[in-house]
């Protein structure tokens, strides 16, 4: 659970200036190709009050600078902020839903294995994607910081997987839900540990982030 919640902390608010780092595509990520920017970026929630929304819209990265700023909305892929990255929701894909279902703005993610990404957000199903990413929680300042110290905040969540290293259309990036049937798949090497994740009787219970971050955790997949 340390671990767990070193990585939620990791999602706490920014409000900064800072330079940073981005990548238009999967390759150019997978092969560590990043565009330095020398301009000073402004990193805040799109909200002015701070709210949080969840599984995308959360970041707005901003020179002040009509060109760049354009760029990374509509072409960044992923920027790195102080050794962190932040995917663009505009460029990801859920099944056969357009992009928008993920929202507007960047998400904290985390590499996952050698080449892709992990994300958290509210669990959704293909008939909700549209509504689900823009579920918004209401944490706010003290409250945020105590939510996140909750193994119940990570029970409602979900994980899912931006798949770099696989098939990419030119603008969009697939996303996969890490549910059972995914993790049965991951695990199929590892039948204790896989066993031990199905022993989590409730559906919810079970794909919900606390307990397959646990899992994958401790088969050294995640990384901050």
Known sequence: MKKLFLLCLAI??????????????????MED????????????????????WWGGSE??????????????????????????????????????YAS????????????????????ICPPVSSSDVMSGFSFMFGLIGATAVAAVKSKDWLENMACYIVRMSSYYDGDHVPVMHLDTEQMEKLLSDDPSLLDEYKSVEKKSVREGAANTLDILFRKGWIKK
Request: one cysteine or more; charged letters at 30%.
């Open 59 to 96: 970041f707005k990265f901003s020179t002040g600078v009509k060109k760049i700023d354009k760029l990374l909305k509509k072409d960044g892929l992923v920027v790195m902020y102080d050794d962190s990255l932040y995917v663009n929701c505009r460029r990801l894909i859920f099944k056969d």
């Open 33 to 52: 190709q990043w565009v330095s920017l020398d301009n000073p970026i402004e990193v805040d929630h799109h909200s002015q009050k701070r709210k949080w």
């Open 100 to 119: 928008k279902g993920f929202g507007i703005g960047y998400t904290k993610a985390f590499r996952f294995k050698k080449s892709d990404l992990l994300i």
């Open 12 to 29: 706490l608010p920014l409000s900064a200036l800072a330079q940073i780092k981005y990548c238009t595509t999967p390759i150019e990520f």
